[in-house]
């Protein structure tokens, strides 16, 4: 082999090991070092946090990274692939509460969070709850069905609400709500509202004296859209007649059940929304806190600018946190934007569809899953304020046979 060909099969190969080195490098991942700071300033007293374990979920590929923070300790360390996160922490916390122990959870959440560069540092600012004990939403049917002949049948919606507690509970004077923004469009609202209070104008309360309306431990009771036996009027429907409450809706699609007692509307005529879009809440007014007196001291005026520019403003109500015992974030599937309720009422959502206008959702709710038993042998269901992790999405209603 002469010089000059020895010297072309150098380079032949010095090309070969370049370019093979160049496409190795072009899939090798872009990573960072993320460092969680976990802030606990808003934490007040004596308590002892445990079993902390915080979860790192990739926008568009939905993968997640779990990583554990050492008990005591404020930062936690993982490495992660470029992209755009959303973070939820979850834990245990012992608080010394009256010079008592009481077990609590600890949660955070954050969205929006950009890894792109070597080193990532993120805080999540942490909040208190406590799932032991009030009413929860068990179960919400808002997708209606469809009658045999194929059409759309929206009269037969309810919501089931649990006794979570070990104590008997009464529904007089729950209120529910659903909001007015929707979680498949996110607008910049003025004034912004959102970490203080839930807006709605769909409101209605259970009527009754105060103790009027028992409900014992892990019981349910049911409110709903028309209680009637709706098998009568759609084969693929169920007999609502029997509900605890009902909504009175519009006069057009309002049929009372005299034996039945109605919801008593605090504002508008709460329409709910049958492709979930919205979120829903239940609490309780203040003592001395009346429909009237309530209505005048929370009216909410908001605007938004429009995509073509026209500011749209509109009335209604800002129900303060502190008022919610429990909250539900709905949306699709392939179609969330944002939750429409503060972090500390619900940091994360649900759905009975895939997609918009999705034609499989008839016959679907959304519906709370179940951790244990009570000491009656009853649900226990969880509730840890994040509407991802305590409902199963997409469940056949659970009156439909």
């Known amino acids: 082999m002469n010089r000059s060909t020895i010297l072309n099969w150098f380079l032949y190969c010095l090309m ?3 370019l093979t080195s160049c496409m190795k490098d072009d899939f090798i991942e872009s990573r960072s070092n993320v460092v969680i700071e976990v802030d606990k300033s808003s934490l007040q007293g004596e308590y002892t946090i445990k079993n902390v374990l915080i979860t790192l979920e990739e926008v568009n590929s939905q993968v997640k990274t779990a990583v554990n923070l050492a008990t005591g300790a404020d930062t936690a360390v993982t490495n992660l692939t470029y992209g755009t996160y959303t973070a939820t922490l979850t834990g245990e916390i012992l608080m010394k ?9 600890i949660n955070a959440r954050k969205s929006g969070i950009v890894v792109n560069s070597e080193t990532t540092k993120l805080a999540l600012q942490t909040f ?56 498949i469009t996110k607008r910049d609202y003025t004034p912004d509202v959102m970490k203080d209070a839930f807006t709605s104008d769909q409101i209605f309360m259970i009527p009754g004296t105060g103790r009027q309306y028992p409900v014992a431990p892990g019981d ?20 609502l007649s029997h509900a605890d ?17 109605n919801a008593i509307n605090i504002n508008g005529n709460m329409l709910m929304h049958n492709q979930g879009y919205t979120g829903y809440v239940m609490g309780r007014l203040p003592e001395g806190v009346d429909a009237a007196k309530f209505k ?78 009570l000491d009656n042998g009853k649900p226990f269901l969880k509730d840890s304020n994040n509407s991802t992790e305590d409902f199963e999405p997409a469940t056949k209603a659970s009156l439909l046979k």
């Open 220 to 239: 349910d009771f049911i409110i709903a859209n028309n209680a009637i036996n709706h098998t009568e009027n759609n084969a693929n429907s169920f007999d």
């Open 97 to 105: 509460i009256n010079g008592q122990d009481k077990s609590m959870q």
């Open 296 to 373: 005048a001291e929370t009216a909410y005026k908001f605007s938004y600018t429009s995509a073509n520019g026209t500011i749209m403003s509109f009335n209604s109500f800002k129900i303060p946190n502190s008022y919610v015992i429990d909250a539900v974030n709905i949306s699709v599937k392939t179609g969330f934007e944002w939750l429409v309720t503060a972090d500390a009422l619900d940091m994360g959502w649900t759905y009975a569809g895939l997609v918009k206008a999705d034609k499989e959702r008839y016959g679907k709710s959304v519906t709370r899953k179940t951790l244990g038993a």
């Open 128 to 183: 208190i709850s406590d799932p032991t004990a009030n009413f929860v939403f068990k179960e919400i049917f808002f997708a209606g069905t469809l009658t045999p002949e194929g059409k759309q049948y929206n009269g037969d919606k309810y919501f089931l609400i649990h006794n979570n507690s070990s104590d008997t509970l009464y529904a007089d004077g729950l209120f529910f709500a659903q909001s007015d923004f929707l979680t």
């Open 245 to 261: 409450f009902e909504i009175e809706l519009i006069g057009t699609i309002n049929i009372d059940n005299p034996n039945v007692p």
């Open 16 to 18: 070969v090991f370049t």
